[in-house]
């Protein structure tokens, strides 16, 4: 099965009370997620991303069984999660924010040993899949302290490590390395990394850490007010919002007259016009036919080229999505 999710027109909706007057209100129907059609292959690492109440969480407690959809269909390894949760639970991992699947005033190594009894895997698969991770996330140094002691950087790696105890097809991460110091973010990303790159674990990233979705995932799906907006790689969404190459000269002299490139606009000037920032906006010409246009126009000093913001990106993507 190369197909490891799948959605089908996946509907989620509350109802909730609205004020109306002083001692009366209305229930209305408020649709969390509006429809989305997702399809995951196994070994991807998927980005979920979208702004605080875009329906990402809600996505996420369908796909692992926790809320049943108000109308689509919906598979994850083969099975229906709501009705078929017990089995699907076996074969998936789940890391949500600030909830813990340690036992917080017990050794970490005594938290791993319970969670094989609790997913009923043999001492052998057990010890062979720890001592990877042990290794991998570099847990020994603290595998015999509570964990109500452990940093937040020790207790992700620990929280990984338990959640792919049991060797799961899918892992769910919602905002691992939110609240990480530098390093710890680091060894968080590199373990991923390694993670996908053997492609034998599917991995669906929620995060609001935009450097995670550089450096992690290939694939990128947007949602905003509980629809997709976008579906595809980075490179693709650059291209989509039209983000801008950004290039900064430096010359001896201001130049002498304007610069007549098509899709190149000047953004700014300064120190008496011998700084100019360009911007490209993809529809003329390159970074490098600028460059070799202002080396033959001026006394060219220095010069550098600047990538378009992810942040500016996302940014440009929400503003243009249908509310």
Avoid at 27 to 41: K, M, P, Q
Avoid at 57 to 83: D, W
Avoid at 197 to 204: A, C, K, L, P
Avoid at 215 to 235: E, F, N, P, S
Wanted: net charge positive; charged share 25%; proline share 4%.
């Amino acid at each position: 099965m190369s197909v490891v999710i799948e959605a089908r027109g996946l509907r989620k909706e509350f109802t909730v009370r609205q004020k109306v007057a002083r001692f009366r209100s209305v229930r209305r129907t408020v649709a969390a997620v509006a429809g989305i059609d997702l399809r995951v292959e196994r070994g991807e690492l998927l980005g979920y991303l979208g702004p605080n109440g875009a329906g990402k969480s809600t996505t996420l407690k369908m796909l692992t069984g926790v809320l049943t959809p108000t109308a689509g269909e919906l598979r994850v390894c083969g099975l229906v999660p709501v009705p078929q949760r017990r089995r699907l639970a076996t074969r998936i991992g789940v890391v949500f924010g600030q909830r813990s699947q340690l036992w917080w005033d017990l050794p970490l190594r005594e938290s791993f040993e319970l969670a094989r009894h609790i997913w009923r895997v043999s001492p052998a698969d057990h010890a062979a899949r720890l001592g990877r991770l042990r290794r991998e996330l570099d847990l020994d140094s603290f595998l015999d302290t509570p964990v109500r002691q452990l940093s937040l950087g020790q207790r992700m790696r620990a929280e990984l490590t338990i959640a792919l105890l049991h060797g799961p097809e899918v892992l769910f991460l919602d905002e691992p390395t939110i609240g990480l110091d530098v390093v710890s973010k680091q060894a968080v990303r590199s373990f991923l990394t390694d993670l996908r790159d053997r492609g034998d674990t599917t991995i669906v990233l929620t995060t609001h850490d935009l450097a995670d979705i550089e450096r992690l995932c290939r694939r990128l799906v947007v949602i905003d007010h509980g629809r997709v907006v976008h579906d595809g790689t980075l490179a693709q969404l650059h291209e989509r919002y039209g983000s801008r190459r950004r290039v900064v000269a430096e010359f001896d002299e201001p130049l002498a007259g304007p610069v007549s490139l098509p899709g190149v606009v000047v953004e700014g000037t300064e120190a008496q016009g011998r700084v100019v920032r360009f911007g490209l906006d993809g529809s003329g010409a390159s970074a490098a036919e600028l460059v070799a246009y202002l080396a033959a126009a001026g006394s060219l000093r220095d010069i550098s080229v600047h990538e378009p913001a992810i942040e500016d990106v996302i940014a440009r993507l929400y503003l243009s999505a249908p509310s």
